[in-house]
Structures are given as C-alpha cells and as structure tokens.
C-alpha cells in the first residue's frame, strides 16, 4: 500500500481540526513522500498556517460561496483533478461523503454512523472513545497502528511569538488564561463565578488573560468589571487563532469551557481545567493532556440534554452549572499550579 496524493476532509469548527491533526501528523509518518492536503471552512484554516505535515490546504466556503448544489459540484471538480489515492472523511454529513465520491476519489474512508456510508470504500466503527482516537481508527483498514497518545500541534510564527512577547512585557506576573465563552450558552459556567475565581488568583499573585473570539469580548468585559481586578487583560478578539495559541502556551493553565481553547491549549501543551456542563466528556472531546482536568456535576439525571448545548436549560434549573461552585475549580488550579510538570 502506497497513497501517494492524500485528502483529509474536516470543515467543521475550530476543535474538530484541532482534534483531526494528529491524523495529519500520523499519516505523514507513514507517508513521507506523499502529497497530504486538508480541507476546511475559511474560519478554521488558519490552523493549519506553518504546520509542516500538510501541503496544501483547500478552502471550502460551504457556508458563503460555495453553499448548496453548485458550490458542492465546483469542489468535486477540483478534487477530481488532484487524482487523490484516498480522501479520510472525518464527519458524517452529505456534503463531505458525496464530493470525494463524485471526484471519483478510488479509496474513500468514513464512519459508520453516517447516512452516506453507501459512498464510501471503506467503513470504520464509530466508537465512544477520545475523538483523535476515533479519527486514528479510520486508519485501521490499512494496517496502520498508533502504540501512543497522539496530541496535536500548532506552528505559531516568529511574528505571533514577537506579538506575544511585546503584551507580556507589560505583565509582570505568571498568568493564568481563562477562556468563558462558547457559542452554546448552556456550556458557559456562570460568569460571576468566573468574576470570583479571577480575584482568588488576583490574591495568588497572578494576572488574567480572557481569551476568546470578537463573539466573547462583551461577556469578558463584564467578568473583568465583576472582578474588580486590574491585573485581568481582555484578548477577546484582539488575537488570531495561532496567536491566542501561542498565548495560551505562556499560560500556567488555561481554565475553560467545553470549547475551542481547551484544544489550543491541549495543542500548544498548556494543562486544563475544563468545566463541562450541559456536553460529558464521553463524547470524545475532552481534553486530552497527561495534566488536564475535568469539573463537572456527576450523576445529575439531566446531562447530557445535547451533543452541544442549548442557548438555555431545557429544565429551566441550569444545574449542570450552578452547581460547580467557585472554590471546587480553584482548587483544581491549585492543584495543578503545584504538580510537578
């Protein structure tokens, strides 16, 4: 067996790439010489920039440009004339099955769950396991093992380190990332518990980084005015992925929800405290690092109420989260702030 031309399809969000790159880095192992390309949406495909196991990235707007039937029937042209040997196709939805297969794309790999799994070569289990495990076992058909835990990587540039290094020579203290957002309002723990952890580290003798998107800038302002602390910086916004990345990996910990920077940081090595409400860890995206740690409600009859969340608590208790009291995640801090590395 040798694919020489190679597509990986992945143009969901941030963390789904994320959690796809250990199978770029895997099948570059294996495949040396082989031309790798990925395919993703233009929001994400800045996670790619300077990452050294992929040769080209394609760019599908499937939500701008090329959305509906003629956006799908223009990509499969394109595919068709790069002669991939085979695509790995990591979701489960029509778009990404039917364009490898009208490329004529000889091997196509998928999962099981998926309605389309009539377009593929060759099917995989989907397993409740870790989702960059889930995605190395679409490697299996081949023969192809991974012996150990496989984390991504990111390649922040000279220019986002020399950013990175002119904001911390303004902050002379360790600091701590907190990342309060996500799209999905019932994954975000409460913002006045967050306001309440940034003073018990202020007290600790750190600073704050609120890291986020332009989406998460006003909710961090609030948790900023909230604190009362000046030792607290609002990055929301303000920062491209590699370069929150790259931020991120000066932090001691990054605290988060069930979102995108709890896999920047798991990529760039940074140790987690996770708080997971209304999603479990069982879903597969957890974060994935020897250190990380998980808060959460156990045995709660309600959770999980949805693979992502809901804007508000079906129940109308929002227990998942106001049960995580403040001083239970700055313990988890705490704990990791004193393990050895």
Same mark, same amino acid.
């Given at each position: 067996?040798?694919?020489?031309?190679?597509?990986?399809?992945?143009?969901a969000?941030?963390?789904?790439?994320?959690?796809?790159? #250990?199978l770029?880095?895997?099948?570059?192992?294996?495949?040396?010489?082989?031309?790798?390309d990925?395919?993703?949406?233009?929001?994400?495909?800045?996670?790619?920039?300077?990452?050294?196991?992929?040769?080209?990235?394609?760019?599908?707007?499937?939500?701008?440009?090329?959305?509906?039937?003629?956006?799908?029937?223009?990509?499969?042209?394109?595919?068709?004339?790069?002669?991939?040997?085979?695509?790995?196709?990591?979701?489960?939805?029509?778009?990404?099955?039917?364009?490898?297969?009208?490329?004529?794309?000889?091997?196509?790999v998928?999962?099981?769950?998926?309605?389309?799994?009539?377009?593929?070569?060759?099917?995989?289990?989907?397993?409740?396991?870790?989702?960059?495990?889930?995605?190395?076992?679409?490697?299996?058909?081949?023969?192809?093992?991974?012996?150990?835990?496989?984390?991504?990587n990111?390649?922040?540039?000279?220019?986002?380190?020399?950013?990175?290094?002119?904001?911390?020579?303004?902050?002379?203290?360790?600091?701590?990332?907190?990342?309060?957002?996500?799209?999905?309002?019932?994954?975000?723990?409460?913002?006045?518990?967050?306001?309440?952890?940034?003073?018990?580290?202020?007290?600790?003798?750190?600073?704050?980084?609120?890291?986020?998107?332009?989406?998460?800038?006003?909710?961090?302002?609030?948790i900023?005015?909230?604190s009362?602390?000046?030792?607290v910086?609002?990055?929301?916004?303000?920062?491209?992925?590699?370069?929150?990345?790259?931020?991120?990996?000066?932090?001691?910990?990054?605290?988060?929800?069930?979102?995108?920077?709890?896999?920047?940081?798991?990529?760039?090595?940074?140790?987690?405290?996770?708080?997971?409400?209304?999603?479990? #860890?069982?879903?597969?995206?957890? #974060?994935?690092?020897?250190?990380?740690?998980?808060?959460?409600?156990?045995?709660?009859?309600?959770?999980?109420?949805?693979?992502?969340?809901?804007?508000?608590?079906?129940?109308?208790?929002?227990?998942?989260?106001?049960?995580?009291?403040?001083?239970?995640?700055?313990n988890?801090?705490?704990?990791?702030?004193?393990?050895?590395?």
């Amino acid at each position: 067996m040798n694919f020489e031309r190679i597509l990986i399809i992945q143009t969901a969000f941030i963390g789904d790439v994320i959690l796809a790159l #250990p199978l770029l880095q895997v099948l570059r192992r294996n495949f040396p010489s082989s031309k790798i390309d990925f395919m993703l949406i233009p929001k994400t495909a800045e996670l790619l920039k300077n990452h050294p196991d992929v040769n080209d990235v394609i760019i599908f707007d499937k939500n701008g440009a090329d959305k509906g039937l003629r956006g799908i029937l223009k990509m499969a042209r394109f595919i068709s004339k790069q002669n991939y040997d085979v695509a790995f196709i990591l979701q489960r939805y029509f778009r990404s099955a039917i364009i490898p297969f009208l490329a004529g794309v000889k091997v196509r790999v998928g999962f099981d769950k998926s309605k389309f799994k009539f377009l593929y070569t060759e099917i995989v289990k989907y397993r409740q396991i870790h989702e960059i495990d889930r995605n190395l076992s679409l490697l299996e058909p081949f023969n192809i093992k991974v012996e150990s835990r496989e984390l991504p990587n990111l390649y922040p540039s000279s220019e986002d380190k020399k950013l990175v290094d002119g904001i911390l020579s303004q902050i002379n203290s360790k600091i701590i990332g907190i990342a309060p957002g996500s799209v999905w309002e019932t994954k975000r723990w409460l913002k006045e518990r967050f306001a309440e952890l940034v003073k018990l580290l202020h007290y600790d003798g750190f600073a704050v980084a609120l890291i986020g998107g332009v989406d998460d800038f006003e909710l961090c302002e609030e948790i900023k005015n909230m604190s009362g602390v000046d030792s607290v910086f609002n990055f929301c916004g303000k920062l491209s992925l590699l370069q929150s990345a790259e931020l991120i990996s000066r932090c001691v910990v990054l605290i988060s929800n069930d979102s995108a920077p709890m896999h920047l940081a798991v990529a760039m090595r940074t140790p987690v405290v996770a708080i997971f409400g209304s999603t479990v #860890p069982e879903f597969g995206f957890y #974060p994935y690092g020897d250190r990380d740690k998980i808060v959460q409600v156990e045995n709660l009859y309600c959770r999980p109420c949805g693979i992502h969340g809901y804007k508000k608590c079906p129940e109308g208790h929002f227990k998942c989260m106001r049960l995580i009291e403040t001083e239970r995640v700055y313990n988890e801090v705490k704990k990791l702030i004193r393990s050895p590395v």
